[in-house]
């Protein structure tokens, strides 16, 4: 039976062109040649979710929405999770505050960290993340990743549109804490939770 914590990676945009997709095989390569975590990925795109409209958070009274429900069970199970973010105007998007509202038990007393792009690395937006996170008593990795700057021309479509590994170098050993610090505190949380709840 494998004992490793189960992290997910949340793709945080939705939109047709998102740039997206490109990090997040990166990650899930990244992750495949560890032997301490599972990554796998919940995109938001494969989850019909409406805008929070239920009368509270399903810490306080079940979601009515089956849609809710269904991301709320598709998250249960995980024992962490990577939010893989870019920054709109400052902040995360849209699509991804929405999902972190439609669900409250099942972030409860969870680890997360996260990955950014953009020109300033998604730094904003990982901040306001990080705050969020903690309204919904997650607890935030001090370690994140960033791809900015040249290094993002290097490897977005508007740049040179190179593959990850074109800048690997300068982005692996931030992954590679990320990964470390998020794997600690996904098994020391996994052993306390069943104590607390």
Same mark, same amino acid.
């Given at each position: 039976?494998? +004992?490793?914590?189960? #992290? ?5 945009? +939705?939109?047709? %062109?998102?740039?997206?997709? &490109? ?6 390569? %990244?992750?495949?040649?560890? %032997?301490? !975590?599972?990554?796998? +990925? #919940? =995109? ?6 409406? !805008? ?9 009274? @079940?979601?009515? =929405? ?8 598709? #998250? ?6 990577? !939010? ?32 950014? /792009?953009? *020109? ?6 990982? %901040? ?17 990743? /960033?791809? *900015?700057? *040249?290094?993002?021309? &290097?490897?977005?479509? !508007?740049? #040179? ?26 098994? +020391?949380?996994?052993?306390?939770? @069943?104590?607390?709840?």
């Amino acid at each position: 039976m494998n +004992t490793s914590p189960r #992290l997910a990676l949340v793709i945080g945009s +939705t939109r047709p %062109q998102r740039f997206a997709d &490109k990090p997040a095989e990166w990650l899930l390569k %990244q992750a495949a040649e560890r %032997q301490d !975590f599972v990554l796998e +990925t #919940l =995109d938001l795109r494969d989850f019909d979710l409406p !805008f929070f409209a239920e009368a509270g958070s399903n810490l306080h009274v @079940p979601s009515a =929405d089956a849609r809710a429900v269904a991301w709320q069970q598709a #998250l249960s199970n995980y024992d962490g999770f990577v !939010f893989l973010v870019a920054e709109y105007n400052r902040s995360i998007t849209a699509a991804l505050k929405n999902a972190l509202d439609q669900a409250g038990v099942e972030w409860v007393r969870k680890p997360f960290a996260a990955f950014g /792009y953009g *020109s300033v690395g998604a730094a904003n937006a990982i %901040q306001h993340l990080r705050h969020v996170g903690i309204e919904l008593q997650m607890v935030p990795s001090k370690f994140s990743a /960033y791809l *900015s700057g *040249s290094d993002l021309f &290097k490897v977005h479509p !508007f740049g #040179l549109n190179g593959p990850i590994s074109d800048v690997e170098a300068g982005i692996k050993p931030s992954v590679d804490a990320m990964f470390d610090d998020l794997v600690w505190w996904a098994n +020391t949380l996994r052993a306390a939770r @069943p104590a607390a709840e």
